[in-house]
């Protein structure tokens, strides 16, 4: 009896020093550990199938947008097109005028520019769904360990997802370099944090396109969550739920990309503001990534696809001369319903309704141009990448073809395109 006396007591004191240990180890800790979240997307749930074979509605659809592309090689505007037509069924492809490679244009990478951004906004998605952040979590609660800003305590993660939290377009650092081969390279992670404490903010609440607000909010949200970095985060919330594994920041092979006068420039390198434009992606991925926002299926991902999507700020007429004219809402990043512009421009009504529910976001590098528009209620999706910065390439072949795919005359919707191509 004795010696089990002794063997409970032996217990109990390895029990308690193993508690008091425990206790010491967690307090001596500097910066605890972030949990690491497996977006809940993930578990359980089949990926999706991507359609990527021809169907005849996609067939049909692009032969009504070709055309549009065909414009701008003929102008010389761009030097050369990739572009997919999408449906649930089915995609669609071709290219157009010159790639300058030997390799298949399928297998081609282009830099996407600021279409990086509605990545961001659904990496934020995946973390509003998991309840890691919060739409109206405050910028500041998700800053660097050791830095304060002052004049940022009402800024939210949504605000700076809408282009509505008054931060500049650009940092002045990068903005006095934005004539130089490079302007982005030299911009390091803190430095989207610090130089915020010398700029100069605008009124939140107010429409204004931001790049600044975008590399923002992926590095706040990367520290919320915990990620080594913001490729991580899209890499760990979005691009690997989603199976896209070819849009990511290094890629090859890469097409050489040419400014607006067709000359050869390079591609541009990102530190801190990679956020904003430095992702890369071939034909297939965007497509998928179409296919599926215009998808009924259920499949991991449709949630945080559904919640990117979800309207945050309606643009008001006084807020931007420009971008009243183009587009109705935003989303996380995405732009949402086509402006009275592009009615003005648009002979049927039935087209100018289906419009409205316009999903969109292109991008532009220096030598670079991708759009991604869809209509979810129609079904019906155009991606493109061009190896040219022509800065209206993505918006007309995208909005103009998507209107003659809805049964605007082409013969008309070939007079509006010359008016961009002269």
Same mark, same amino acid.
């Given at each position: 009896?004795?010696?089990?006396l002794i063997g409970f007591?032996v217990l109990?004191?390895?029990?308690v020093?193993t508690?008091?240990?425990s206790?010491?180890m967690?307090?001596n ?5 972030a949990?690491?979240?497996?977006p809940?997307?993930?578990?359980n749930k089949?990926?999706?199938?991507f ?7 996609s ?19 761009d030097l ?5 037509v999408?449906?649930?069924?089915g995609?669609?492809?071709k290219s157009?005028?010159?790639l300058?490679?030997?390799e ?7 830099e996407i520019g600021?279409?990086?951004?509605p990545?961001?906004g659904?990496a934020?998605a ?5 309840g890691?952040v919060?739409a ?6 998700c800053?660097?360990?050791g830095v304060?800003?002052?004049g ?7 605000m700076?997802a809408? !282009? ?5 377009r ?6 006095d ?16 944090f610090t130089?915020?404490?010398t700029?100069?903010?605008n ?6 396109y931001?790049n ?17 970095s913001?490729?991580?985060?899209i ?15 290094e890629?090859?092979?890469?097409m050489?990309?040419?400014d607006?006068?067709l000359k050869?420039?390079?591609?541009? !390198?990102f ?13 297939k991925d965007?497509?998928?990534l179409?296919?599926m926002?215009i ?14 999507l979800?309207?945050? !700020?309606?643009?008001g ?17 995405w732009h949402?319903g086509?402006?009275?512009?592009w009615?003005?421009?648009l ?8 419009? !409205? ?8 590098t ?6 991604l528009?869809v209509?979810?209620?129609k079904?019906?999706?155009?991606v493109?990448?061009s190896n ?6 993505s ?8 209107s003659?795919?809805?049964g ?5 919707m ?9």
């Amino acid at each position: 009896m004795k010696k089990v006396l002794i063997g409970f007591a032996v217990l109990f004191l390895a029990f308690v020093a193993t508690v008091i240990l425990s206790f010491f180890m967690c307090n001596n800790k500097t910066e605890p550990s972030a949990i690491k979240i497996t977006p809940l997307e993930q578990v359980n749930k089949r990926h999706y199938h991507f359609q990527d074979e021809e169907s005849a509605a996609s067939k049909a659809g692009l032969e009504l947008v070709a055309p549009i592309a065909q414009q701008y090689i003929d102008a010389k505007k761009d030097l050369g097109i990739i572009l997919a037509v999408v449906t649930p069924d089915g995609v669609s492809t071709k290219s157009f005028g010159s790639l300058e490679s030997d390799e298949p244009y399928e297998e081609l990478y282009g830099e996407i520019g600021s279409l990086t951004k509605p990545f961001v906004g659904l990496a934020f998605a995946s973390l509003i769904n998991d309840g890691v952040v919060k739409a109206d979590t405050k910028l500041a609660e998700c800053l660097p360990k050791g830095v304060t800003i002052n004049g940022i305590e009402n800024i939210t993660l949504a605000m700076l997802a809408a !282009h509505i939290a008054g931060i500049p377009r650009l940092p002045k650092a990068i903005a006095d370099k934005a004539d130089t081969p490079q302007p982005y390279a030299d911009f390091s992670d803190m430095d989207v944090f610090t130089a915020l404490k010398t700029a100069k903010l605008n009124s939140p609440g107010y429409y204004e396109y931001s790049n600044w607000g975008a590399a923002l909010l992926a590095q706040a949200l990367t520290i919320c969550a915990g990620e080594e970095s913001w490729e991580t985060l899209i890499a760990n919330r979005v691009t690997k739920v989603l199976r896209l594994k070819d849009i990511k920041t290094e890629a090859s092979p890469l097409m050489q990309g040419h400014d607006a006068s067709l000359k050869p420039v390079p591609d541009w !390198h990102f530190k801190g503001m990679g956020p904003a434009g430095a992702l890369k992606a071939n034909i297939k991925d965007l497509a998928k990534l179409a296919q599926m926002m215009i998808s009924d299926d259920e499949f991991a991902g449709k949630e945080m696809i559904k919640t990117s999507l979800t309207k945050i !700020h309606s643009i008001g007429q006084l807020e931007s001369a420009l971008h009243v004219k183009t587009f109705g809402a935003v989303g996380l990043f995405w732009h949402m319903g086509s402006g009275f512009i592009w009615d003005l421009t648009l002979q049927k009504p039935e087209t100018k309704e289906a419009m !409205h529910h316009l999903v969109f976001h292109n991008g532009q590098t220096a030598g670079a141009t991708s759009g991604l528009a869809v209509i979810p209620e129609k079904k019906i999706g155009i991606v493109m990448l061009s190896n040219t910065a022509s800065p209206t390439t993505s918006f007309i072949v995208s909005f103009y073809g998507l209107s003659a795919i809805l049964g605007e005359d082409p013969a008309h919707m070939k007079s509006m395109v010359k008016n961009f191509t002269k």
